[in-house]
Every structure is written in C-alpha cells, then in structure tokens.
C-alpha cells in the first residue's frame, strides 16, 4: 500500500514517466523501398519545404525520429495552429469537469457587436461556425486579414474580445470559416469560468503534467488568456505524446485524461458541413471540434482532401508546414515540424507515400 501511495504522490507532482519504445521499421513490415523514397520526400530541400523534424510513432513503437537544419530533438518548436487542438483538449477536461458546458453562450462573458442577433456558443466556437466575420488571410492580404490584426496590432492587447466584437455575418451553426479569433474566443471562456489564478496553471495541471511534456510554453496576450489559435511551442517528441493520448481514446498510461466521448466529439463532422452547400471545389477540407478530417462529405460529390490517407485520419495543422496526424486504422501517429516559408510541403503526397509504406 505504501509504494502504491509513493507512486501516486510522485505521478501527481511530476507527471507521467513515459518511455517510448523503438523499433526498426523492417521489424514492423514496412517496406524497405517505399520508406526511403518517403523519408527522401520528406527531407528534399530541392522540393522547396523545409522539415525539421520527423517523428512516427506506428503499432506500439517510434520506427522514425530525425531532426535537421541544425534543429534538436528536445527543442521546442512553435506549433503555429496545432495549438488549436490542445485547446480543444483543455476545454474537454473543464466540460468532465464541469466548470464550463459547450451549450455556454459566448455573450454570458463578452459583448457581442450590435448587429448580432443569434448569440455563437461555445459548440460553435468548437465547429468554427460562430456566424462572426472574419479574414483568416495572412501574408498574402495583410491589410484586410483579422487574423493578422488579432496577433499583431489592434486586437493583440485582448484577442477574445477583439473577435467576439466582429460583427455576424451568418446564423451560428450554419457555415463553416476557419477563424483563430474563435479559438482564442474560447481560450477566453475558459479563463473566465476558472478564474485567472487556476487558469494560469491549467494547460499544466490538466494536460501537460499528466502527459510528462517537460518542454511546453504557450504565450499569453495582454490580458492574461493564453493565445490558444497560435502560440504553443514544444518539442517534437511531447507533441507525440499528445497523439498518444488520443490515439488511445484519452488515456495515458493507463489514466484517464480525456472523457473517450470527448476524443470522439473531437474528429467527428462539425454540423455545418451537414448544411452547406459547396461549389466548384474537388476536394474540400473537413473538420471536427478544432481537429482537420479526412472525410468525404456525406450525399456530395466532392472528395475527401488526403485520398491516399485513410477516412478516419485526424489532424492538427499550423502553419509553416506544421503536422500532428493520428490514424487508428494503422495504429500510426506522425508529427512533422517544418519550417516552409517559401514552398508549403506537399501534404497529400506526403501522407500517402508514409502509408504505401505500410503493411
């Protein structure tokens, strides 16, 4: 009883110990041929994308983790949007909680722009179908982009109230518009139903500890709310661990983090998608509780954006070529961290090379 309660006191006050286990890929099945040319893909700097970190974890052990371009293995990189999945991660450990509900309307913590007449809830911030205005365009039209103005200029002060003062442009729930203003719109919620003083300490008291991320720093705006579209940074490896805990439907080690309901809500079709119509697009981009699909979308004629990528892949996405993908069919996580100023990677190619070269 005593060495149960010393465990317990030390995986409460330092987090979890993981260990990964590694192997060699051939041990695994993988095709010798197909995985050099992947690999090579991966690091061609003549393609224009520039990795810097490769880490793929498939069927119980890493079969691949590589740094380049002088990066470290234990060094943190910024995540860019991948943050936005932690975020969801943090708000489905306060629902279990019960400190906050996602039927929660945004207008019980902040004023909503005058012409809004249907209040977005926090479900809808989830789905990034709040109804509110927004450019997400970065360098290519930073005069008109709110997301560059959130960051960097009249909304970096308070970025939450910055977006929740964006006028309606739609009825909440009804189209889909990828917005960090709404990621940040909830990191707001969230600080204001814990208070600032836990809301401080919660990314680590309720996820990073539990999972043993050591090398975790997320920027705070002015007002204290950690900037959840955007500034998360973390080593390659800890961000795998993050995969792993929802590759293993929201346990670690054996503990229970994350509710499994929440692990499903999170790559299941955001309800926009069941509504709105799209035109003239191939493929279209499919999306859950601020996690990317590879769905193709019910009774319509386009395709899913990875087609050599299994349907029940689930991805964090940032900018710069940043990657976190988990597929349970294959038991597979991939985290690839990049710095692609110039090219962007190509990430159908990618991920479809990595899995031909699977069993």
């Known amino acids: 009883m005593k060495t149960l309660l010393l465990f317990f006191i030390i995986f409460q006050a330092h987090g979890a110990s993981h ?4 192997a060699d890929p051939s041990t695994k099945g993988v095709d010798p041929v197909k995985w050099n040319k992947f690999l090579e893909f991966a690091r061609d700097t003549k393609s224009g994308h520039s990795t810097n970190a490769l880490f793929i974890y498939y069927d119980g052990a890493v079969i691949h983790h590589s740094t380049y371009n002088g990066f470290k293995k234990n060094q943190p990189h910024r995540q860019w949007s991948i943050s936005k999945s932690f975020t969801s991660a943090l708000v489905g450990i306060a629902v279990q909680k019960k400190i906050i509900d996602i039927e929660t309307p945004v207008k019980k913590f902040y004023s909503l722009h ?10 809808d911030l989830l789905g990034m179908s709040s109804g509110l205005d927004w450019n997400e365009g970065y360098e290519g039209s ?5 997301v560059i103005a959130m960051l960097y200029t009249e909304g970096f002060n308070d970025m939450a109230t910055y977006t929740a003062s964006r006028p309606s442009k739609s009825i909440p729930g009804e189209k889909f518009y ?4 709404e990621t940040n719109l909830i990191m ?5 139903s814990l208070g600032i003083n836990d809301y ?3 990314p680590w008291t309720a996820l990073f500890d539990p999972l043993g991320i050591k090398t975790a720093t997320w920027e705070k705006d002015q007002s204290g709310t950690f900037v959840g579209s955007s500034y998360l940074y973390m080593s390659p490896e800890d961000l795998a661990k993050f995969g792993l805990l929802y590759l293993k439907k929201g346990k670690f080690l054996g503990k229970k983090i994350l509710d499994p309901e929440w692990v499903e809500f999170s790559h299941t079709l955001a309800p926009p998608f069941y509504k ?16 990317w699909l590879n769905l193709d979308l019910p009774g319509k004629k386009n395709t899913r954006s990875y087609p050599g990528f299994p349907t029940d892949a ?5 900018h710069h070529g940043q990657i976190l993908a988990i597929v349970p069919s294959k038991k597979l996580i991939i985290v690839r961290n990049g710095a692609d100023k110039d090219e962007r990677l190509d990430k159908i190619k990618f991920f479809k090379l990595l899995v031909e070269a699977l069993p």
């Open 114 to 123: 005058k012409n809004t007449k249907f209040g977005p809830t926090l479900k």
């Open 178 to 181: 990828y917005s960090s203003g």
């Open 188 to 192: 707001g919620m969230l600080k204001k």
């Open 314 to 318: 689930y991805m964090a996405l940032g």
């Open 142 to 146: 930073p005069l008109k982009s709110n």
């Open 19 to 22: 260990k990964w286990s590694y």
């Open 200 to 202: 401080a300490s919660f």
């Open 276 to 291: 709105m119509k799209i035109e003239g697009k191939e493929k279209v981009e499919t999306y859950g509780a601020q996690w």
